[in-house]
Every structure is written in C-alpha cells, then in structure tokens.
Nanobody, 124 residues
C-alpha cells in the first residue's frame, strides 16, 4: 500500500517561508491525488492543497491560496509544498495524504493513506 513520509517542518518567524516534502513509496497508477492537510491544536483537520498525479492540476483552500504552492515530481515520487508569507495561523501539524481510484482531488475527502506529519511553528 502507499506509504508517505513528510519532512521539512520547523520553526520560522512570521513572514518567512518553508518547503515541506512528502516522499511516496509503493506509488501505483491507482494513486490519483496527493494532498496536504494540517491540524492545529484544538481545531479540525483542514485540507489545504491537492494535486492530481495525472496532470489534472492543483487546488487550494482559500486560507493558503496565493501563498502556498503544491508540486509533484513524478520521477522522484515526491510532492512538495512551498509555503511563503507564513503567519501564526499557519502553525499546525502538516500531513500529506494519498487518494486512490477517484480522480477528483477536491473536495478534500476520501484520502485513505496518511503520513505521520511534520510540525510547522510560526512565531510572531
């Protein structure tokens, strides 16, 4: 089954940037979408970005649109999330996840494979 490992989290000051990476193993043709999610303490998990593995494009939550960019490197089986203009509201545990079979990456539901997460902390 698909396995995902996140990296690249850390602490950054407000206005700074970070680049998260998701390494994907056991990647198959049935893996249709890779998404990034986050969960802050006391809040529900939020889908923030997703990309189609078949070249169907990317989608973003309004909370990150214009600041975050998701990209897929098929050769390296990795998905990156470039984050700029970070603020305290971006502090959360960030997870990547994979969806199989369905080609519809949005809405952010149906993602059945998850990584362990990487922490992002933004200080003001």
């Amino acid at each position: 089954q698909v396995q995902l490992v996140e990296s690249g989290g850390g602490s950054v000051q407000a206005g700074g940037s970070l680049r998260l990476s998701c390494a994907i193993s056991e990647y198959t043709h049935s893996t249709k979408c890779i998404g990034w999610f986050r969960q802050a303490p006391g809040k529900e998990r939020e889908g923030i970005a997703a990309i189609s593995t078949g070249g169907g494009g990317a989608t973003y939550a309004d909370s990150v649109k214009g600041r975050f960019t998701i990209s897929l490197d098929n050769a390296k089986n990795t998905v990156a999330l470039q984050m700029i203009s970070l603020n305290a509201d971006d502090t959360a545990m960030y997870y990547c996840a994979a969806k199989s079979l369905s080609p519809y990456c949005y809405p952010f539901v149906g993602y059945g494979y998850w990584g362990q997460g990487t922490q992002v902390t933004v200080s003001s």
